[in-house]
């Protein structure tokens, strides 16, 4: 079983950039799709990207397109999630999460604890 624990949040400012790290704890990515989604309280959660299990798909909601990149790298058993661009409307905090039947935004079984993201204008 795969644990997600993300790390890279912090605070920036709007038009600035963040690369978000997911590792995966007492296991590993491979043959997991992996997905970045984001909650601000009070509002349901977003889905912000995802990869599939060997990198040859990513999918992105139009709010990010083009300014948010999914990458992995199972070497190195990580997720990353490259920001730029950023607006005070990205401010959230971003869940990485792992399924094996994971495409785009459904079919995740393992979620991380989350890291905030805060962007000022």
């Known amino acids: 079983q795969v644990q997600p624990v993300e790390s890279g949040g912090g605070l920036v400012q709007a038009g600035g950039s963040l690369r978000l790290s997911c590792a995966a704890s007492?296991?590993?990515?491979?043959?997991?799709?992996v997905g970045w989604f984001r909650q601000v309280p009070g509002k349901e959660r977003e889905f912000v990207a995802a990869v599939n299990w060997n990198g040859g798909s990513t999918y992105y909601p139009s709010s990010v397109k083009g300014r948010f990149t999914v990458s992995r790298d199972d070497a190195e058993n990580r997720v990353y999630l490259q920001m730029d661009s950023l607006k005070p409307e990205d401010t959230a905090v971003y869940y990485c999460a792992a399924g094996v039947r994971g495409r785009a935004n459904t079919g995740y079984d393992y979620w991380g604890q989350g890291t905030q993201v805060t962007v000022s204008s």
């Open positions: 007492g296991g590993t990515f491979r043959s997991y799709a």
